[in-house]
């Protein structure tokens, strides 16, 4: 079911102004908070364009986040209960390090400078050319203002999304 204060809520925040747990009950309104995702969106042709140790990889996103990433994840942030992800669009990729659901205690567990570390480590690694965010479902939408900001040279979406209007979200 659709929650009908979805547009109530803020479509970004910043990665230290986390948004509460999905599904929790904001007094003002009842309402439901949505989900949010803590990460990038890239062209669906990145990852298969990095190199790791002088090879490229071509698997799925969400394989190359387990087979490539995930290792050189664990190498790097030993105490980290989780690891990156990906979800993967038409022509777009999601990678995420967490979504505001209970499982994103582990994140919350780390202090902020190791939070900034793990954020750099990503950007560095995954050449990720923007700051996460966190950002309400439709992911594709309110990511896209600044993924058009980061990957500008990605003509598929250059052009703006037609019949798009927050009210449009709703539907989805």
């Known amino acids: 079911m659709i929650n009908p204060a979805l547009h109530s809520f803020e479509p970004v925040l910043d990665m230290d102004d986390p948004p509460p747990l999905r599904k929790t009950i904001r007094v003002s309104d009842n309402a439901r908070t949505p989900a949010y995702i803590l990460g990038w969106m890239v062209p669906g042709y990145h990852l298969d364009s990095l190199e790791f140790n002088g090879h490229k990889y071509e698997y799925t996103a969400s394989a190359y986040m387990v ?88 003509t598929f979406h250059a052009a703006p999304i037609a019949n798009y209007s927050p009210a449009s979200m709703g539907s989805r």
């Open 67 to 154: 087979v490539v990433v995930k290792p050189l994840f664990e190498a790097a942030f030993p105490e980290a209960e989780a690891h990156p992800r990906a979800l993967s669009g038409m022509d777009h990729v999601v990678i995420y390090l967490t979504m505001n659901t209970p499982e994103r205690v582990w994140l919350d567990k780390l202090t902020a400078q190791r939070r900034q570390e793990m954020v750099q480590w990503m950007m560095q690694t995954l050449k990720l050319r923007i700051e996460p965010k966190w950002y309400r479902v439709a992911w594709d939408h309110t990511m896209l203002p600044r993924y058009r900001e980061a990957w500008p040279e990605d």
